[in-house]
């Protein structure tokens, strides 16, 4: 399997008036295609940050990131933008719905970004819901929906348009721990299923325990890295 | 409906107290633009009309020069060929009537009281159509039927001492530099509202005032009213052609070269009615701009949302400008609505109105519906609401993703 993210001596540092706080202080580590890479480590250790560079959310004081071939720190903001409408799905700790929009109308929001014709939008939505057994709540707004079933609308939105990679900030944070497991299941089953890449962060070990590669984290550094292959 | 649109409505009518808020403020500025604009624009058409019926007609017709010279000496001026002049005026579509003129001056006696004064010889039958501007208070109107019977103002009529049924004696000068003497009677005293007219003004059969002037058959000038006042143009433009293909030697003003007060009063009431527009649209700019700041500081994290799934700025400043031009839309079309009813019940009802300055007489005001005004009204919601939204939807764009993502 060829590398679809490739992260090289990755560092941020936020100041804050005269003091400067080193978030990342020199990240390196890839991941193939069909990954289910978890970000554990603790609180203020840096993973937010390092899946926002990884997003494109936020740019790195210094080092590279690659995405499916492409420099992602060297794109200038729009086309930062475009890059993440293409080939990056994000999963939220609280799930960011669209609030007007139904669950149909917020999984089809990406593909209208990517200017996809009507008939395969339709199709693609459909199949995205179906695959993340929601279909019938499609017509409902996110407010008439339970949290988990916001975040499995939201796993359709980050996976409709064929990303090649999905990022979630501890997506299963704020979902009870029952509901918290259906998720994790339905992540899991899309990755080996679907073959959908999937780096995240978790504080959960239970996911951590079905994570194909774990990479631990302290004070901004990669720690180690547990698993397959690691 | 594009994701856009849909956005922006729903968005609108997510929080509905406060877009009915920002909406009423709209529609209140939008209404009170149509109300004044209708306003002004029946003090325009009143004062034009009145200008037209009650003193300038439509079109008058002068022999060339006199405009300029007459005023020394008129004499060198008068038009000769009236009548044939009539029955070609006449024969042109839209005029109704065609009124000669000639002004005269001199003193008017009693015997025992004399003063000055300014007249006008009249055809008695054409002058119906002039004659709104005098309101008969005594007696009765011109007569070809009474040919010694004059009319003098109210003013004048008391500063005499007469009443209807007196003898007066005209002096005048004639066209040769004689004095000639003219014995008349009073057939009816009008006021016309304007206190100098009404203090030096008479009227009397043309006839009478050409013999007085020992000038048979001459006018000064020619009046022509028209069944409106639209068709100026038009009779101008046939009458120009008329003139042409005849060769007289006549000049034609129309009621725009002559009404100097009406442009006065347009362009006065034109830029209290801009300003007035003005310090309303800044008002519902303010008021939009609130409404726009707030809903997008409610909404940080969505705006961090939809730019983390790949929106760029400059989507997220048409997402918000949208917003406002929507806002504008409704704002402006529920203005026009409310301006339009509320200016069909006060016409309905009337505003009275005071004597205005130089007049006697009140009138009842009404509010015209008119469709440039209200064209205005809706251009001024929509820019109001597109400058308001402006500075709110860049900043909506600027905002850190990630800090939009983290805002709760
Ligand atoms: N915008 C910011 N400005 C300043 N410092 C920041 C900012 N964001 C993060 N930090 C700092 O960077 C470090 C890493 O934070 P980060 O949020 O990435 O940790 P985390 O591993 O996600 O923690 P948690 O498990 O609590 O979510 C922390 O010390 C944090 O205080
Ligand atoms: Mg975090």
Sequence with gaps: MKDILDVRELTKTYTLGKVAVTALGGVSFRAKAGEFLAIAGPSGSGKTTLLNLIGGLDVPSSGEIEIDGERLDRLAEARRADLRARKIGFVFQTFNLIPVLTAYENVEYPLLLGKVPKGERRSRVEAALAQVGIADRSRHRPAELSGGQQQRVAIARALVSGPALVLADEPTANLDSRTALEVIDLMRRLNSERGVTFVFSTHDARIMNVAGRVLRMEDGRVQNVLGANA | ?408
């Design chain 2, 1 to 408: 409906m594009g994701i856009q649109l849909k956005l922006a409505l729903r968005n609108i009518f997510r929080n509905r107290r406060r877009t009915a808020i920002t909406l009423a403020a709209m529609a209140f500025g939008a209404s009170s633009i149509i109300l004044f604009g209708g306003f002004v624009n029946f003090i325009f058409i009143s004062v034009r009309e009145s200008t037209i019926r009650s003193q300038v007609g439509h079109i008058q017709l002068y022999r060339k020069g006199f405009l300029d010279k007459g005023s020394v000496a008129p004499n060198d001026y008068m038009i000769a060929n009236f009548d044939e002049i009539r029955a070609l005026a006449k024969g042109i579509e839209h005029v109704k009537d065609v009124i000669p003129r000639l002004g005269f001056s001199g003193l008017v006696s009693t015997g025992e009281t004399t003063t000055s004064f300014v007249g006008s010889g009249g055809n008695p039958e054409g002058e119906e159509g002039l004659s709104s501007f005098t309101r008969i208070v005594e007696g009765k109107a011109l007569s070809s039927s009474d040919p010694r019977g004059v009319t003098l103002g109210l003013g004048m009529a008391r500063g005499l001492g007469v009443k209807e049924g007196d003898s007066l004696t005209l002096l005048a000068t004639t066209k040769d530099g004689g004095i000639n003497a003219l014995a008349v009677k009073v057939r009816g005293i009008w006021e016309s509202g304007e206190k100098a007219y009404d203090d030096r003004f008479l009227k009397a059969p043309i006839r009478e005032v050409q013999r007085l002037l020992d000038n048979e058959g001459e006018v000064q000038s020619i009046v022509l009213l028209l069944d409106s006042t639209e068709n100026t143009g038009f009779v101008r433009d046939r009458l120009a052609a008329l003139i042409r293909d005849r060769g007289f030697d006549l000049e034609i003003k129309t009621w725009e070269d002559l009404a100097l007060r009406y442009h006065q009063v347009r362009d006065l009431f034109s830029n209290i009615f801009n300003v007035m527009a003005l310090i309303v649209s800044f008002i519902v700019v303010l008021g939009i701009a609130n409404t726009m700041t707030m809903s997008i500081f409610e909404r940080t994290r969505e705006i961090g949302t939809v730019m983390a799934l790949g929106t760029r700025r400059s989507g997220v400043i048409s997402m918000f400008l949208l917003e406002g031009i929507v806002l504008g839309v409704l704002g402006g079309i529920l203005g026009a609505v409310v301006g339009i009813v509320i200016a069909k019940a006060v016409s309905f009802v009337g505003i009275p109105m005071p004597p205005p300055p130089g007049s006697t007489q009140g009138f009842i005001a009404k509010i015209l519906i008119v469709p440039a005004v209200l064209a205005k009204a809706f251009r001024l919601s929509l820019i109001a609401a597109i400058l308001s939204s402006l500075y709110p939807a860049w900043r909506a764009s600027r905002l850190n993703i990630t800090e939009a993502l983290r805002h709760v």
